[in-house]
């Protein structure tokens, strides 16, 4: 049982250049969500799925875009990264229920010089 | 306005003492929860307990437990008898329940950096 699974654990980028951050979830959860993390801040809601199909911006949306065509995958795009993007991606899945917990992927450390 | 507030930037705790980390949260929801998680240096998160707006009882896991009082709308987490192990940066967060949207996902306070000394 994987759990919640990012890929790449680090990246370095340019400025300008694109890329996706994976995530892949096999306990069949409705909720997926990423978030970074930031010295000082704690984390912050980037995009949110309540499940495939539908998507919705979180609390720092700009510059980032989502897709949920499935129900384990929901992979972050960075259309035009930019130095304030430097920081840690957190994906994270949950059943809908408010009682239950969200489990982690392992985070993603990017670097945009 | 802020979710959820954690003001203690840093604590420090000798090992085998017990230690509170503070929280609070606003919310005009009646249906919500409340979640600590830690982070160790190795950076992944790790779910520790869960308070829901209806229990009666204070959640307890082991050496952790969550002093609730819902009137003063605080969610302190409490650790016996610290480890050096439990250095780590811990959150405060929670889920709103009947609204929709964003507020259903989890909101985070800014963490509390706790070192155990020997």
């Known amino acids: 049982n994987a759990g919640v699974t990012q890929t790449p654990k680090f990246q370095v980028l340019k400025t300008g250049q694109s890329m996706t951050l994976q995530c892949a979830q096999d306990?069949?959860?409705?909720?997926m969500s990423w978030y970074r993390q930031d010295p000082g801040m704690g984390l912050r809601l980037i995009h949110y799925?309540?499940?495939?199909?539908?998507?919705d911006q979180g609390e720092v949306p700009n510059g980032y875009n989502v897709s949920r065509s499935t129900t384990e995958d929901f992979p972050l795009r960075l259309l035009s990264a930019a130095p304030s993007q430097t920081s840690v991606y957190f994906c994270?899945?949950?059943?809908?229920?408010?009682?239950?917990?969200?489990?982690f992927g392992s985070g993603t450390r990017l670097t945009v010089v | 306005a802020q979710k959820i507030t954690q003001t203690q930037p840093g604590m420090f705790v000798q090992e085998k003492e017990a230690v509170t980390l503070d929280c609070t949260y606003d919310?005009?929801?009646?249906?919500?929860?409340l979640f600590w998680y830690k982070q160790p240096s190795s950076g992944e998160m790790i779910f520790l307990i869960y308070?829901?707006?209806?229990?009666?009882q204070n959640a307890t896991e082991g050496r952790y437990s969550l002093n609730f009082q819902k009137a003063r709308k605080s969610a302190n987490l409490v650790i016996s008898a610290s480890q050096l192990g439990d250095s780590a940066m811990y959150f405060c967060?929670?889920?709103?329940?009947?609204?929709?949207?964003?507020?259903?996902?989890?909101?985070f306070g800014s963490g509390t950096q706790l070192t155990v000394l020997p």
């Open positions: 994270a899945s949950s059943l809908d229920r408010a009682g239950y917990g969200y489990t």
């Open positions: 306990m069949n959860h409705e909720y």
């Open positions: 799925s309540v499940g495939a199909g539908i998507t």
């Open positions: 919310t005009s929801d009646q249906s919500y929860g």
């Open positions: 308070q829901g707006s209806y229990d009666e």
């Open positions: 967060a929670m889920r709103e329940a009947r609204l929709s949207g964003s507020a259903r996902q989890l909101t």
